[in-house]
């Protein structure tokens, strides 16, 4: 099983960034997607995740219509599109894999650094 986030980097604040995670190994659509993040010296959050079809979404308040998480089962990738970003979305953003949705993931990528700074 393989989740390779793409996407970071550095942005300032009031921009837009698009993360993508390409999975494999699996069975994609089978599983419903998330993205978390972590910042230095934080908890990790949940910013986003998807049902394995793509009809229901759930997003933390952090990013509440900031945000836009989606996927294309055909290409087993998941993306987050984040807008108006703020220096306090500063942090790893980590792709993550759950048979269930909104329960736990039991796969994770090795994340994808967004930087917020002027």
């Known amino acids: 099983v393989q989740l390779v986030e793409s996407g970071g980097g550095l942005v300032q604040p009031g921009g837009s960034l698009r993360l993508s995670c390409a999975a494999s190994?699996?069975?994609?659509?089978?599983?419903?997607m998330s993205w978390y993040r972590q910042a230095p010296g934080k908890e990790r959050e949940l910013v986003a995740t998807?049902?394995?079809?793509?009809?229901?979404?759930y997003y933390g308040d952090s990013v509440k219509g900031r945000s836009t998480i989606s996927r294309d089962n055909a290409k087993n990738t998941v993306y987050l599109q984040m807008n108006s970003l703020k220096p306090e979305d500063t942090a790893v953003y980590y792709c993550s894999a759950g048979p269930r949705y909104m329960k736990a993931s039991v796969y994770w990528g090795q994340g994808t650094q967004v930087t917020v700074s002027s």
């Open positions: 190994g699996f069975t994609f659509s089978n599983y419903a």
């Open positions: 998807i049902s394995g079809a793509g009809g229901s979404t």
